[in-house]
């Protein structure tokens, strides 16, 4: 009997040309998986494909919700977004993806792991490290790093190799931006956005959204509720949390929100120019922001922003499974204890704007926000805060005062 | 002669009211600063009102230039923003108005220094803590909290106390809501802002704004040009940083740009909510930061963003003239170097929409960030790369597989 | 009835004095508490003395083990040293002191609990804001900042005092050193001190420790056990960590360990000089941090001393009981998973020389640190690692070569 | 005219070794450089010895004043200190080494730079990246990488090589650690350092200091003066920094002062152990750190705590040359403005204890650290401060009795 790889497959055409080539180069027989991490794809005739390029067998593993509530709520949770704008679609699906090709890897006791992501890029990194620290023991295979033996350079040649190899499928040659896709945003990259002078040609890219200029002239009105900063019901329905993504995604989308235009550091060195559309998650995260608002003290507020920061690096860079990554997420899980009310959003042609929110454990005041001086303030011990608080500024100033007379 | 006090003085009512209430509790001729940040107010008879109601003496001092070019353009270049959203407008402008006070209270040989922010705001503080740090020697007035001599609650109060003094000027008593003004923004507190539950009347509030809703429905394209991350001309033209605000001011007011719903942490420890249209601010700020995109690499922008943080907490907190604003601004100003180049937004409705960035100092490499293997990279480096990028955590992932086979 | 104040007793002269001023000053029953968190005083006839000097009632607790397992504890596993060098004995003490006055004036009813610390230090924050977080609701009272009604300015004026109101105690007028002792350390302010200019005296002023001079000729060898970061075992024997750190105290004093002189911020704004011994601490603390660099990975331990600061201000400041404590301590926690195993020392003088550390879950690997090439480390894997993480300062290298060349 | 290489030479074994090995491998002349920072070795016959060994030219360039001025002072002003305890001392020198092979480089027209740095380590990373920095266009030769042609594993090996290609040099086939020295330090690693739960043989091992054992029974004081953070005398006599390091290294070498034991985490993702020995720097890092806490308000502290560690990564990680280590510098640059005064200590076996601190800019003020109330401070002030400073914790007290009440 062969030895087994586990083939990171998704039915396009990169992933179905790696079929025949691994077994060219490698004498392994070829296992599948298709994770859904709700990317929306055709899913029927998947197996036919996969058997018919010369795969021994096709999982198909649905993990929308340990996708939603394992990897995108902590985010959401930590307000983790890279880079100033990009709110880690991608990357936080990787690892999810890692942890299914591991354990079926594991069930088939397969030898190796195989994934079709460029040499270029950042995922690579983020399978790879998946892979590593659940199973440090299986092999990698990176056909696209393989210079000597992979010489497919584009839809062209991987069309032409599989025709050689007696795969026969109807596959476009026509090359469109490069997307990544799943319940939480699509990425595009390619064509007029390798040019960050260009403006994005969005009439034809975007896929989850219509520009704030085609969005609807009317508003719409959205409320959301979080419980220890988890989403709980969206229009006062209770809901899981992937269908609220998902129906916050139509929302979002049709008033044109959540586009972004960015050029990033990449985990491998150079800076690439993406749009990302991520309708939902974007009304998600100003929901959850906005709730933090009333419900954390500034000092917490200010050491979260930068777990914030370090979380997005992490995810970012595929490091999900360590020790740091947990250690950021108990900190934030942490803070996320009374993280509960409600939230009302106005959508409006790529706008979400703020219409009242509302915490049982709302630290805002009234009386104490307002002028008059109450049981709880009094206005004269601003003075000695004042004191206190610049007491170093004025012994400085005083010190400095004391030596220019001296001089 | 009598020794002086300097009063920072608007005309308005409450920095007028003072005037007889100084001379009623200290022995002090009154001389009153008008400080103009570009706050937009009628100057025409201020000096007969301030004489009027009993100063000695009228300064109005224009500082708009100074303003932009020492404390906005500094924020700027830090992409300085506090707690996720709030632009710095009214703490940026304290700190040069402190100094003016100052300056004019040397030239008058003044012994106090007065004041009208309230006792439970910011204000206080950032004035405060900068006529501490300048002239540690003065004394400082804050009427609003001399509880045992300030009697007055709320303009009636004060219209009427002005009225026993002999002060019969136009004064509305009419409560709008609590606003701040410059050239960078205008805040707007109080009225129904109270409950932040409720939605902003922006009909009500709006002053150098539309709402979105109210906004052109043709979008508008503007490039502006910066040198070491400062701007210097706007659609083609040349013309100084405090020119290029007032004019986008006026393009992202009529567009609907910078108008936010806070709910902050003050200084002093309390929540408050506000409203702040920051027309040309936000433009400005998101041309920068995108700018930074193309030029700044992925280790200089993380730690930058750090600083960024802290530069806004310490303008927030009033700190402006303290070692550590200064080694912040040294920090930021160091990375500005190359921050040269164009960038074109189109505004619409709310939305700045990035219509292309240029940059001769730009890190972007188009053969780098495409698929090809070119002679920068290698492909195969990416293994290297991750191989060492992920050995501790596989080291990790070992020691723990070993660690459960022997137990 | 008369209400209740609680006051934090020690059976010194500052905290007796304070008895009769209370009842000359309010309308209230003083029941006393003493809190043992290992100040080592004697505790024989305080019950006598507290009553003599007009207390209605004394408690005293030993709250021993719940001062190390809760809060001295979670210092160590965060590694926290205030500014350099300060290990927060007294700081550790102060919230576990809080809370015990709290469940005592809630067992007692009071309405009001009294400290005596002076207006110029960090115990006053530190009290008040644990029974702020505590018990908002009861008054708190801080007889040396009372100006009005507090007139006593020396330990003089203080047993004149108490004489004049019949307590007649056998107190010395003798002015030492201000200390302050816990079973983590003492601490020691004024006299020579307060010139930090001047060395300090030595031979006067050591309680747990002799100096390095003084010190055994022959160095002593001691292990400790760690498990999760925690201490259980010291030289072979398992015991609680509160006899750990008392056998530790006798170990590390004896060999001069752990003295240290310093000039620290503080909260109140002004800088003071004190010289703090911490024995034991300083060897636990060490062995620690020592046990750590096996076992944590880089990027753990970078982040985790960003949070050792944190967690170290925090505590410094008194903000024990606050959200942000707790996640920050939920971090650590987590980062303490694996610290387990063995570290040994040679204590000599005042050093403490490694001398061996072992654990299960170390990540160190003699033959990846070796020259060797192995199976897990492929030297070339370094060249790719280089030129990716290089990469974008080779391409700014570039740019700017071909920018110097064009012009 | 064959092309050129430039090898970092410095006359050893490995180095040598490499001249035959670059001939055999390439096409180019050999010109070998020496750069002394400090590192004592015999630079006589230094230059017979390369041209023996077949290279064409020597370059022997002392630029310990430049490596100390320019790398050195600026570790010391931010107190660089990697992982706890590393004082950076290979980690300085290797960017002016590769700054001064580029400059040869350039004066020689070679298109080569070679290294023999392992590929296990941090000193490939940071020759490489400063080349590439500094001279983006320059191939770069790193012998141990090259698994193909390098086929020595051993100095008997490297011995035999040397033979086999006429180079018939004394070098001992004695294994002993492997070391890297410079004025600032000299590190060790390998034998018995190897494993991490072995005391290191201090006798065997230590070249610039005595162990504290060793040391003189009898104390020392030494006295040193800084000025912008900048040492400029010691024991009251002018120097320039390197003499003071100079001699501070026999200083602290004879006290036993500035050995270390540490388990670091190199950049190429390993754990490695080596003992270092610093003598002199740890004396003047001491003391500026000391200085730096009369002078330095908390807040700058604070935030160059957390500066001094980047710097401290930047540095070690070899990222010299970068916008990000010129930006912190800055930071670092402009904190340092008054750090001047001096600092006593007394050095005795292994301690260097604190004998008195002085600065005209010493932010201490001894009548406000005392007990006493004085013009600059009213204890009354600290309760207003404490009001603020703990007011959102109860506000979130009450918020949450209140909720505990409601339930």
Not at 58 to 80: G, H, K, R, S, W
Not at 283 to 298: K, S, V
Not at 337 to 344: H, L, M, R, S
Request: hydrophobic share 40%; proline share 3%.
């Amino acid at each position: 009997m062969k030895e087994k790889v586990i083939l990171a497959y998704s039915g396009g055409l990169d992933t179905t040309a790696i079929i025949p080539w691994l077994k060219e180069n490698y004498d392994y027989d070829v296992v599948c998986v298709c994770i859904n991490v709700g990317q929306g794809n055709e899913l029927d005739g998947l197996e036919e494909r996969a058997k018919l390029s010369g795969a021994t067998k096709l999982y198909v593993e649905n993990v929308v919700d340990e996708f939603v509530d394992d990897y995108v709520i902590p985010c959401v949770q930590a307000n983790a977004v890279y880079e100033n704008k990009y709110l880690l679609g991608t990357s936080m699906a990787r690892p999810v993806i890692a942890k299914k090709l591991v354990e079926i890897a594991r069930l088939e006791s397969a030898v190796a792991i195989c994934h079709g992501a460029t040499g270029k890029g950042n995922d690579q990194v983020r399978f790879e490290l998946g892979i590593k620290a659940l199973a440090p023991d299986l092999k990698i295979i990176a056909p696209w790093r393989c210079n000597d033996t992979w010489k497919m350079q584009s839809r062209e040649d991987e069309i032409q190799y599989c025709k050689e190899h007696g795969i026969d499928l109807p596959f476009s040659a026509d090359n469109s931006y490069s997307r990544d896709r799943n319940l939480w945003h699509i990425s595009h990259e390619g064509l007029e956005l390798e040019d960050p002078a260009i403006e994005p040609n969005y009439d034809h890219l975007l896929v989850l959204s219509v520009s704030p200029q085609e969005a609807p002239n009317e508003g719409e009105y959205v409320t959301m509720t979080f419980e220890n900063g988890i989403p709980i019901s969206l229009n006062g329905e209770k809901m899981k949390a992937s269908t609220i993504i998902e129906k916050l995604n139509e929302l979002g989308g049709k008033h044109g929100i959540g586009i972004i235009d960015i050029v990033e550091n990449r985990v491998v060195g150079m800076k690439s120019r993406g749009v990302y559309e991520t309708p939902g998650g974007t009304i998600l995260m100003e929901a959850h922001t906005q709730l933090e608002e009333l419900i954390l003290d500034r000092a917490t507020l200010t050491v979260k922003k930068e777990m914030a920061n370090k979380f997005a690096d992490i995810v970012y860079e595929g490091k999900w499974f360590t020790p740091l990554r947990e250690a950021v997420q108990a900190f934030i899980e942490s803070t996320q204890q009374y993280v509960t009310g409600e939230v009302k959003f106005k959508l409006y042609k790529g706008n979400i704007i703020k219409a009242g929110t509302t915490s049982p454990y709302s630290l805002y005041s009234e009386s104490l926000a307002s002028f008059t001086t109450g049981e709880l303030y009094d206005h004269h011990d601003a003075e000695g805060f004042i004191n206190l608080f610049g007491l170093s500024l004025k012994v400085r100033a005083m010190k400095m005062a004391e030596l220019s007379k001296n001089n």
